[in-house]
């Protein structure tokens, strides 16, 4: 029996996305005048977050190589033979599986998209993502080809969203209040940070389904701390069991065909000591500030700055532990990064409108000292013309979030 190195298969048909035809033809456009502007021939994309940004299909890597190849006149995702013809109904493009009978079918199936007669002179490529592996490999049978990084290019494209875009980003915040919501439920003394957050979670992925009935529904999380253990914004849930006066940090993140929404507050269960509740007061009047100073027109690092600022007047400057938000839209604790639009010191980025940003100022006061643990909130906004949207309606402050449980 003679086994194929590559080929097509259309199984089933073609199902709903989460963007229209018309949002995939424009996105492929935007990045085919990418093509034109950087004389080039193609672009292999490699990433989780641009192949699922430019055809609509999220990858499972597990250990094997993924590309979406596009020309001035194809596109086309490449994926391993172990998932079938799902990526082919879950894309709005053309799909060549490759298989694992012999090493490096994958760059025959690259070849076959485009032909060996006329090789491109100019290829694109993501320099922040694709391995050192992969990119030798494809130098290889591209001999005489140019390679030029257009990951910043693809960046700054994604940073500007679609209505399309904004109306799911908009259900994800939604979502992800619903899922906090159900966390101060489940808040009580005695119950561990796993259980607590399995409720949000739950919670949030049956909402996902209801609101997203055709989607594939996978990544949804929360990371719900306690303690010591809200040191770290992203410090995984433990078994540790709640006490009486512990800081609480609950964080939801909702997953919607690859667009993650966040919603991340400070708690104390039952009682808040008086150093603890200066500082949580003090994170929260930045946070306050940072809400207002959030609209077109202003420069990311200009943001940082002043709220630099009003840290160190308040006494906690020497406790930020990171930038003050970031970009969101196609992005997960395993892929995508906006990094033209964080509000960092280093970043002199001009917020435009229907750029999505978070404001999520935090502390952390180490133990052994009064007040100990990290403190932080979080609220998304979407920035108009003339101002910004808070679509965080979570409360938060010590008025709403010491839990009486």
Request: net charge negative; aromatic share 10%; glycine share 8%.
């Amino acid at each position: 029996m003679e086994r194929p190195d590559f080929f097509t298969f259309k199984n089933g048909e073609k199902v709903k996305l989460p963007f229209s035809k018309q949002e995939y033809d424009g996105r492929v456009e935007k990045i085919r005048s990418v093509m034109s502007e950087n004389n080039l021939d193609m672009i292999i994309l490699t990433s989780m977050h641009n192949i699922a940004y430019y055809t609509g299909f999220i990858y499972c890597s597990f250990g094997r190589p993924y590309a979406c190849v596009i020309t001035n006149n194809k596109i086309s995702t490449i994926s391993a033979n172990i998932d079938a013809s799902q990526p082919w109904r879950r894309s709005h493009c053309d799909n060549v599986i490759y298989t694992d009978w012999k090493r490096d079918n994958f760059l025959k199936a690259i070849v076959s998209i485009i032909g060996r007669d006329d090789p491109p002179k100019n290829i694109g490529v993501e320099n922040d993502h694709i391995t050192i592996d992969i990119r030798e490999k494809i130098g290889s049978i591209f001999m005489f080809s140019v390679f030029s990084d257009i990951s910043k290019d693809l960046m700054k494209l994604r940073m500007i969203k679609s209505k399309e875009e904004i109306e799911i980003i908009k259900n994800g915040a939604r979502i992800a209040d619903i899922g906090g919501e159900e966390i101060v439920k489940n808040i009580k003394e005695g119950a561990s940070e796993l259980e607590i957050a399995i409720s949000g979670r739950d919670k949030m992925e049956r909402e996902i389904a209801k609101t997203y009935p055709d989607a594939e529904y996978m990544d949804t999380w929360v990371w719900f701390q306690s303690g010591i253990n809200t040191d770290g914004a992203h410090n995984p849930k433990t078994n540790r069991k709640l006490k009486k006066g512990d800081i609480l940090s609950l964080n939801t993140f909702p997953m919607i065909s690859g667009y993650y929404t966040a919603l991340e507050r400070t708690l104390f269960l039952e009682t808040v000591d008086d150093d603890s509740l200066k500082a949580w007061e003090a994170n929260v009047k930045v946070h306050k500030r940072g809400l207002e100073l959030i609209k077109p027109g202003i420069k990311c690092s200009d943001i940082c700055n002043e709220l630099n600022e009003l840290f160190s007047e308040l006494g906690y400057l020497q406790y930020r532990t990171f930038g003050y938000g970031h970009s969101f839209g196609v992005l997960s604790h395993f892929y995508g990064r906006e990094t033209g639009l964080e509000l960092r010191e280093d970043i002199d980025t001009v917020l435009e409108e229907n750029m999505v940003i978070s404001m999520e100022p935090m502390i952390l006061i180490p133990e052994g000292k009064s007040g100990a643990g990290g403190y932080r909130e979080h609220d998304i906004l979407i920035i108009g013309k003339n101002g910004a949207e808070n679509i965080t309606k979570f409360p938060f402050g010590p008025e709403h979030n010491i839990i009486k449980g």
